[in-house]
Each structure stands twice: as C-alpha cells, then as structure tokens.
C-alpha cells in the first residue's frame, strides 16, 4: 500500500520545491491529510474504499494541493505555536510535536475558497501526471452519497463534499480528454496487503 501511494504521489509531485513523505496509517476511518512541507497521511480506511487506483489518486492529488498552495500553513503555526510551530516549519515530525501536529490538521477545516483552490490544482496535477481526473469526482460522489445513519466519514468532516461538488469536477474533467496511462497497480492486492499491514509504513 505504501509503495501504491508512493508511486502515485512521486507522479503527482513532478517538480515540486518539497521532498514529499508518504504514510499510511492503519486505520479504518476513510480520512487522509496533507502536512505543510511534504507530509502526506492516508488512512487504510481510505484505500479500501476507493475502487480504483484513479479515485485514490485523485485524494492524493486534493491533499498535495493542500500542500503545494500552502493552505493552513500559517494557521497551523498560530494556532500551535511554540515548540509545535517550529516543528511544522522546520519538518521535525517526531514526538510532542508530531502528535500535537497532527491532532490540529485532523482537525482543521479548510474555506470553500480554499476547498475549490485543491480541486483545481488537485485536477491539474492529475492531468498533468496523464492519470485520469474523474478519478476525483468519482470518489467525491461515493462519499457524498453516504446512506442516512450512517457515519460520516471523517473526511467529510474537513473536507466537506456534495453531488454539486462532485458534478463541478467531473464537468471539469470531462474538459481533458487523455491520453490516460493505466496506472500499474494490482489494485486488489494493495487492499489485501492493508489486513496484514503494520501501525504506519512509511517511504520517501
């Protein structure tokens, strides 16, 4: 799984200024979050529920656009500030500071503004990357199409989605006509690899 999402990641993250690092996480929440400087956090939950290699794809891609425009960096540092701030802004991921860190981000709720900004650089990426971006819009609809009872995914909780959202991006995507590369991942062999899975894998 960590090797699925370092593939795609290195794709999406061609010519970036940070030296991106890839964790999943096993746990059964559907959640992933980008860290400022080049941490990307994707939970099992998440990859089991993407049916796909493109709709995992296109989360990755809203999280490094989180990133890469540099939203919540400023806040985060505010709002941790001290010994958690300079943590963030120095990339000591370890510690205090890493759980303090990460305890902000889980729960950091981005603008609409800033939500529609990762979209469309989340989208570009993925066209740029020649990955197929209805990936996105795909696992946007699967999550605003979440049955009456049931618990909302913890995604949602940050990253609110909609079928108007997730109509806006596959309106989007269908303005990018491919060439697409087929992304080579056996997609059922990623998801089976999560049960036996440790706490946290990690690359760079």
Do not use: C
């Not at 970036?16 to 990307?40: C, I, Q």
């Not at 990859?47 to 296109?58: C, H, I, V």
């Not at 990755?60 to 919540?72: D, K, N």
């Not at 540092?77 to 701030?85: E, Q, W």
């Amino acid at each position: 799984a960590v090797d699925a999402i370092r593939l795609m990641g290195q794709r999406l993250t061609t010519g970036s200024a940070y030296t991106y690092r890839w964790l999943v996480v096993d746990k059964a929440e559907l959640n992933a979050f980008a860290a400022p400087g080049g941490v990307v956090v994707v939970y099992s939950g998440l990859l089991q529920a993407a049916k796909t290699p493109k709709e995992a794809a296109g989360v990755i891609a809203h999280e490094v656009a989180h990133a890469e425009l540099r939203h919540g960096l400023q806040g985060m540092v505010k709002a941790l500030g001290g010994r958690a701030g300079a943590a963030v802004l120095l990339g000591d991921w370890s510690g205090a500071a890493l759980g303090q860190t990460m305890t902000g981000l889980l729960e950091m709720k981005f603008s609409r503004e800033a939500e529609e900004a990762a979209d469309a650089e989340g989208l570009r990426r993925l066209v740029a990357a020649r990955i197929n971006p209805s990936g996105m819009a795909d696992f946007m609809a699967t999550l605003a199409k979440q049955s009456p009872g049931v618990a909302v995914p913890e995604l949602l909780s940050t990253h609110p989605a909609s079928e108007g959202r997730a109509t806006r991006l596959r309106e989007a995507a269908k303005a990018h006509t491919g060439p697409w590369d087929v992304l080579p991942l056996d997609w059922v062999a990623v998801q089976k690899s999560l049960s036996s899975a440790e706490k946290v894998g990690s690359a760079q």
